[in-house]
């Protein structure tokens, strides 16, 4: 079949989210046909470049996220009257007071409102060309500030001045640019037979499009859960406005639920991903709890040979930043250092950015603080307890050797989605003390300890009972080593996708009526064997494109074309 993958700011871009996961789903799936729909979130992720591309990639389209250029589009009269009908009703929607009762589907009529407004809005974008300078001009402001005025609307959207107006405004433009974009004709996502969006938001939004426009049916995968995302961004970022932040919560409440209510099927990565969307109002019928795919044979020779590390030492890996928490990890260390006079910590990964950067600097100097002989050099070289290494170096030249360099690894995040680096753990056979956050508890499913965030004694307690007890590490370890190959690798990700795939095209199939030269419809356009690759097919260029109004841009990608299909193109009146 044809699968139309939908990614945001990932695959096939070399850095950026769910990246491996999509390419290794791809290449898992090479009896299937892919044609990508990325949209980038920056200058420097395009310019990054891609992975190598399968041969079962058949096109590539780029549209930016990040930016959107002035589409140039004039409405006229009518058009100007259908983007203010459809665009209050949207804002409307966003503005009520949700006290109203749902019905028996989980539907509202705000609900109701909303996707109808969104689909016309999508429907004059196809007509005229674009939303661009519709979204950013003074009359869609206006239309906000009188949804933020009316009868009925939210106390806090009632008290929103000017500043605030101007920032959901900028907001929802931002948010509502793939509606802009040229992938909805048939030579682009009408073409595919199944909808795969990697992400919620923007990428589920395109996949809703090619439902309404086309029936296609559609897939959302998501790992981190796009609105639990939003919320916790909103509270870290600087002081925003309370009318800003209801009015932003509402409108990505209601994207959210119209993409459960419309998706398939939706597979999140783990429970606590599922309880987020059951909260948001997905269908318990269409959950499928899909593992991310990890690569096990880098983790082989560590997981499967002798224990040699050092039993008095502990390990944390992965990105440096504030939501992993190593001021309390190295509080619960100076505990454990008091019981086990002997003990070493070993922090091994890289910070993230520049937030990170200063958070290194403050553990470290919280280090010497706490281990002042040792950082005053007055023990010999290598004696000082606490070291801060990352990977590539003499003593850990890959990953795999910096979950062996220590008999415990420890996870000390305050926030976590699915832990992947305790899965790294878990295949390398090591035993692990971790706290109980995000999907923690179902990842280690009784192979490892799991004390409460931000509580340095249960953790240094933890840690001694590990350290002081081999066997037990030993057992730990091999039972983690088995979990993690039973449920965590890519063969058992490719092959749960596989079985989805066809469930969803046997229950949800795309009819497609093509017209022959008159006009009337042509018995057998597309035959089966138009989606086999043979002798009977044309050879032809697909070509990579980025979409939308003022982006064409063309390049070659490699591919076989198929009859009554035309590759991925360009956008109208590309060079």
Not at 21 to 34: N, S, Y
Not at 38 to 43: D, F
Not at 313 to 333: N, Q, Y
């Amino acid at each position: 079949m044809r699968i139309g993958l939908i990614t945001e700011g990932g695959y096939p871009f070399l850095s950026g989210d769910a990246g491996p996961w999509c390419d290794r789903l791809v290449r898992g799936l090479g009896q299937h046909e892919f044609d990508v729909y990325a949209l980038s979130r920056g200058r420097d992720q395009e310019d990054d470049g891609w992975v190598p591309l399968p041969p079962q990639v058949s096109g590539v389209r780029v549209a930016p996220l990040w930016t959107a250029r002035e589409d140039g589009v004039a409405y006229g009269r009518r058009a100007r009257r259908r983007f203010a009908e459809c665009y209050g009703e949207l804002l409307a929607a966003i503005c009520a007071d949700p006290a109203g009762g749902a019905a028996e589907d989980g539907s509202t009529p705000e609900a109701d409102r909303f996707s109808n407004a969104l689909y016309g809005l999508a429907e004059l974008a196809r007509d005229e060309g674009g939303l661009v300078g519709a979204l950013r001009s003074e009359g869609a402001v206006r239309a906000l500030e009188r949804a933020c005025r009316a009868p009925g609307a939210l106390r806090t959207a009632r008290e929103a001045r000017v500043p605030d107006l101007l920032a959901v405004t900028e907001h929802l433009e931002s948010a509502l640019r793939p509606l802009s974009l040229d992938w909805y004709d048939d030579a682009g996502l009408g073409s595919a037979d199944l909808c795969h969006a990697a992400s919620g938001g923007p990428a589920a939004l395109s996949g809703l499009l090619a439902g309404h426009f086309f029936g296609v049916p559609l897939l959302v995968t998501e790992y981190g859960v796009r609105l639990r995302s939003h919320y916790l961004a909103q509270g870290a970022g600087p002081a925003t406005a309370p009318a800003v932040r209801a009015l932003l919560a509402a409108f990505h409440g209601r994207l959210a639920t119209e993409v459960y209510r419309r998706a398939a099927c939706v597979t999140p990565g783990n429970a606590h991903a599922r309880r987020w969307q059951e909260r948001c109002g997905a269908d318990r019928a269409k959950l499928r709890t899909v593992y991310p795919g990890m690569d096990a044979g880098r983790f082989t020779e560590v997981g499967e040979a002798p224990d040699t590390a050092d039993p008095d030492t502990l390990v944390w890996v992965g990105r440096i930043e504030p939501a992993k928490d190593l001021v309390s990890l190295l509080h619960a260390f100076a505990e454990v250092r008091r019981e086990e006079p002997g003990a070493r910590l070993r922090i091994v990964g890289p910070p993230a950015g520049a937030e990170g950067e200063a958070y290194l600097a403050h553990c470290k100097a919280l280090a010497a603080q706490l281990f002042p002989d040792e950082a005053a050099g007055l023990h010999a070289v290598g004696d000082n307890p606490v070291s801060f290494e990352e990977i590539g170096g003499p003593e850990l030249p890959t990953l795999a050797d910096a979950y062996a360099a220590g008999a415990v690894v420890v996870l000390s995040s305050v926030v976590e989605g699915f832990p992947l680096g305790l899965v790294e753990a878990m295949f390398c056979a090591r035993a692990t003390v971790s706290t109980d956050v995000g999907a923690v508890v179902e990842v280690i499913g009784g192979t490892g300890l799991v004390v409460p965030p931000r509580n340095p004694r249960a953790l240094a307690e933890a840690c001694v009972a590990m350290l002081r007890d081999p066997e037990r590490r030993a057992r730990l370890g091999a039972a983690a080593r088995a979990r993690a190959l039973e449920l965590f690798t890519v063969e058992q990700n490719v092959a749960a996708f596989h079985g989805i795939y066809l469930e969803i095209v046997s229950r949800c199939p795309v009819t497609r009526v093509v017209l022959d030269e008159a006009g009337e419809p042509l018995p057998f356009g597309v035959p089966a064997e138009a989606h086999v690759p043979g002798s009977w097919t044309d050879s032809g260029t697909p070509v990579v494109a980025r979409g939308g109004p003022g982006w064409a841009e063309a390049a070659p990608v490699r591919a076989t074309a198929r009859p009554g299909v035309r590759p991925v193109a360009a956008a109208e009146g590309a060079r």
